[in-house]
């Protein structure tokens, strides 16, 4: 992490790839850990609000400069000193954007039980944080009942592709938003009902023809919370999962909050790390044969190797994803 940014992160000055450094695998000391072979790391929207000054608080760390970034990974143990862990072992975890590291704090790691033997990109995708944050903020806030309408926004990303079929599970009509035509194509594969383009489409047109919405997945904020808020139900539910417009630039002021006390909304904001430990054991009993029977569709965006990092997590700011974006550092 070489910058903190202003406005959109750039690649190779916001974050630089550095070759520089080696570590001899053979005979760098283990301290009681294990070393780490990097298989794929995720990008996440984020990652973003972890470019700052390490004086503001918030609800992850700041990255510190001059040191790697660092998020959700799935890597293989090459030596072990601690007994939990044998070479060949594969573990997910929080990883540092490293191809090789060494670890002492085993207990941030969990071993990867792969018995569907899923590729190891979805460990960090529909199996993985986003999975579970769809999965464990559903279950927890949608309160849904078969014949409702939901509206789930970026319905083509890692989050909202999922949330769109869980919502289908639950018998809901599904309207979902995206920033491209073949996002919209996807959303329509996994099963929305009404798919749009909220670049050429406006949000508030949909939504006044599709619904009144009884449930809204918000990961972007903004105007298309405003729109939201105008075509909610009486006792909608809103899940607060994510406010990407404002990740990069000025927040936009929405001007009808007054629509929560008019229509009795209820508003749940969450952090998936919360959820998590209620969640987490349903979550891998369903979703990961759900997602090796095909029941449950996901799409990826993969970038071999580190060096795109930067790029991928531009585009991830940008919308120029086409999908869960992993970065593939090593295949086995
Ligand atoms: P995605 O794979 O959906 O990628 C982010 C997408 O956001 C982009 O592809 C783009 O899609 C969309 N986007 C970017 N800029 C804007 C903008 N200005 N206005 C509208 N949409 C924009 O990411 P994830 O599925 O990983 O994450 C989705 C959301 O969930 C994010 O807001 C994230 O912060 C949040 N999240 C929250 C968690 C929690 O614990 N609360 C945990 C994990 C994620 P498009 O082409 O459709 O514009």
């Known amino acids: 992490f070489n910058e903190i940014p202003t406005g959109y992160p750039v690649p190779g000055q916001t974050t630089v790839y550095d070759a520089s450094q080696t570590i001899d695998l053979e005979n760098v000391p283990l301290n009681g850990g294990f070393l780490l072979k990097t298989l794929v790391l995720s990008i996440d929207p984020y990652l973003r609000g972890r470019m700052r000054d390490a004086s503001k608080q918030s609800y992850s760390p700041a990255f510190q400069l001059g040191q790697p970034i660092s998020n959700y990974g799935v890597g293989v143990v090459v030596r072990s000193e601690n007994s939990a862990f044998q070479a060949g072992d594969h573990v997910y975890g929080h990883f540092p954007f490293q191809e090789y590291f060494v670890q002492t704090q085993a207990g941030a790691f969990r071993k990867v039980d792969n018995k569907h033997n ?70 329509k594969e996994i099963g929305a009902d009404v798919a749009f383009n909220y670049k050429t489409t406006k949000t508030s047109e949909v939504l006044a023809k599709e619904g009144p919405i009884d449930v809204y997945w918000d990961n972007v904020g903004g105007e298309t919370l405003e729109a939201a808020l105008e075509a909610a139900n009486r006792h ?27 229509k009795e909304i209820k508003i749940s904001g969450f952090i998936v790390g919360t959820l998590l430990p209620k ?11 759900m997602i090796a029977s095909g029941e449950f569709k996901l799409k990826e965006d993969v970038t071999k190797g580190l060096e795109g990092a930067g790029e991928a997590i531009l585009a991830v700011q940008k919308g120029t994803n086409t999908g869960k974006s992993v970065i593939v550092v090593a295949d086995q």
Do not use: H
């Not at 909608?236 to 008019?262: D, H, K």
């Not at 969640?279 to 044969?289: D, K, L, N, R």
């Open 118 to 187: 899923l590729p190891w990109n979805v460990f960090v995708g529909a199996v993985g944080m986003p999975g579970q944050t769809a999965y464990a903020a559903w279950k927890e806030y949608a309160n849904a009942k078969k014949g409702e309408v939901a509206f789930v926004t970026t319905g083509a990303g890692a989050v909202g592709s999922l949330v769109i079929q869980l919502a289908k599970k639950d018998g809901l009509k599904v309207i979902a938003s995206a920033g491209s035509d073949e996002k919209v194509q996807f959303m």
């Open 279 to 289: 969640y987490q054991e349903a979550f891998y009993t369903e979703i990961p044969s």
């Open 236 to 262: 909608a539910r809103f899940i607060e999962c994510g406010m990407i417009s404002s990740y990069n630039q000025t927040p936009y002021a929405v001007s009808n909050l007054m629509n929560i006390v008019a």
